[in-house]
Structure formats: structure tokens, C-alpha cells
């Protein structure tokens, strides 16, 4: 596709549920980001990927967090027993490599009730 | 913890005004992005400075890193309604495991005609 692709684009939980997050990557681009933002706030760094490296976790608030990524395409965040506080929009980019530009998909709005 | 604190949080003015935002920290960072937001969509980068003093024109928009790669700052002259967005930085360290960003707490903008 043109862009990072992300869905859904809305996602409305019960707390204690279980829920999935898909990202799309620009095809070709070997490095992936995921960032949560709260209403009004800056980014704040969750996970990336990098090619076949070992991801850099060292974002991710707690072991209900996890991120998978399929080689250099798909990658999916799943949070599990989802709380209030989880509440925010997750946003994933992607790039072509190390220190390049990251471009950014349109977020995941997540509302946990 | 690395931090980019952003002044001011919010910030509203009229057209044709002219304004500087600030992004400020302790640490060191190998480039400084500058990023707008705008509802519903992920960031967009607007210009990336990676040299201490370095000075970056993009139309109406001058971006400035400090000489001590610490700081930096976005003047927008004559601003105009379509530059309403959240206006975000974020300090890039190079690590083994790629360009990991640090986003700034966020400045709000809002031109009225």
C-alpha cells in the first residue's frame, strides 16, 4: 500500500477483555514502531522491530503487553486483561532501516470501559 | 528516563501572528525531529536537524537544534489557520538496536481567523 495501514480504526472493549491490534508496514520497510498516546499527549515508545533482530521491548508497560511481527511485514499488539488506563491511541510506524524517517499509520483508538 | 518537555501546552493566537514553541531537555540526542499531528491521523514529519546551531527554513517554519544537541525550537511567522495541529518533537538516539524516539509532551496550536 501507499502507507502504514493500521485496524481497526476503533476498538471498544469491556476491561478484562482480551484485544488484537493489526499494523501494515510500508512494504520494504524493515523497521517497525509501536507508540501508545494519550488524549492530547505525546508518543511514548512501546516496541520496535528491526529485520530478524531481537526486539527492543524495553517500552512496553507490562506483561499484559506483547507484540508480534511476521519478517518484515504484519505485526500485531495484543494487550490482554485490558484495564481503563489502557485506554489511548496506539500508533504504529515504520521505516526503511536504522535512523531513517518514520512514517506513521492513523492509529488505533482503543476505549476500555 | 530521557525527557523533551514542550512549552508552551497550549497555545492560541490569531492569523498573521507570529510564534515559538520550545522543546527542552537534559539529555543529549543524536538528531531532533519535529513532527504535526492532526486529529484522527498518526504524526507527520516536518524536518529533521541533526548538527548543534543547526538552522532549518521550511517555508514560514524555522527550526533550530542547540548547540548542545539538548534543545530545540520551531518559530512559525505570519501563522495561518491550516497550521493547527499538534505540534510534537522527538530526540533520536542511534542505538545497536535502531532510531528509538523520544517524543516531547506535545504543544497545541490553534490559528483563528
Known amino acids: 500500500g501507499a502507507g502504514v495501514s493500521q485496524s481497526p480504526s476503533n476498538k471498544v472493549t469491556e476491561k478484562g477483555k482480551d484485544v488484537e491490534l493489526r499494523c501494515d508496514p510500508i512494504?520494504?520497510?524493515?523497521?517497525l514502531y509501536w507508540y501508545r498516546q494519550r488524549l492530547g499527549q505525546g508518543l511514548e515508545f512501546l516496541i520496535y522491530?528491526?529485520?530478524?533482530?531481537?526486539?527492543?521491548k524495553s517500552g512496553l508497560p507490562s506483561d499484559r503487553f506483547s507484540a508480534e511481527r511476521t519478517g518484515e511485514s504484519v505485526s500485531t499488539l495484543t494487550i490482554q486483561r485490558t484495564q481503563q488506563e489502557d485506554s489511548a491511541v496506539y500508533l504504529c510506524?515504520?521505516?526503511?532501516?536504522?535512523?531513517?524517517?518514520?512514517?506513521f499509520g492513523p492509529g488505533t483508538r482503543l476505549t476500555v470501559l | 528516563t530521557q525527557l523533551l518537555e514542550q512549552s508552551p501546552q497550549f497555545l492560541s493566537i490569531q492569523e498573521g501572528e507570529n510564534l515559538t514553541v520550545y522543546c527542552n531537555s537534559s539529555?543529549?540526542?543524536?538528531?531532533l525531529q519535529w513532527y504535526r499531528q492532526e486529529p484522527g491521523e498518526g504524526p507527520v514529519l516536518l524536518v529533521t536537524?541533526?548538527?548543534?546551531?543547526e538552522v532549518k527554513k521550511l517555508k514560514r517554519l524555522t527550526f533550530q537544534f542547540g548547540d548542545a544537541r539538548k534543545d530545540s525550537s520551531l518559530h512559525i511567522t505570519a501563522a495561518q489557520p491550516g497550521d493547527t495541529g499538534l505540534y510534537l518533537c522527538?530526540?533520536?538516539?542511534?542505538?545497536?538496536?535502531?532510531?528509538?524516539?523520544?517524543f516531547g509532551t506535545g504543544t497545541q496550536l490553534k490559528v483563528e481567523l
Open positions: 510506524a515504520s521505516s526503511l532501516g536504522t535512523g531513517n524517517e518514520q512514517f
Open positions: 522527538a530526540g533520536g538516539e542511534l542505538t545497536g538496536g535502531g532510531n528509538k524516539l523520544t
Open positions: 512494504s520494504g520497510h524493515t523497521a
Open positions: 539529555s543529549v540526542f543524536s538528531s
Open positions: 522491530f528491526q529485520g530478524n533482530s531481537a526486539p527492543d
Open positions: 536537524v541533526v548538527t548543534g546551531g
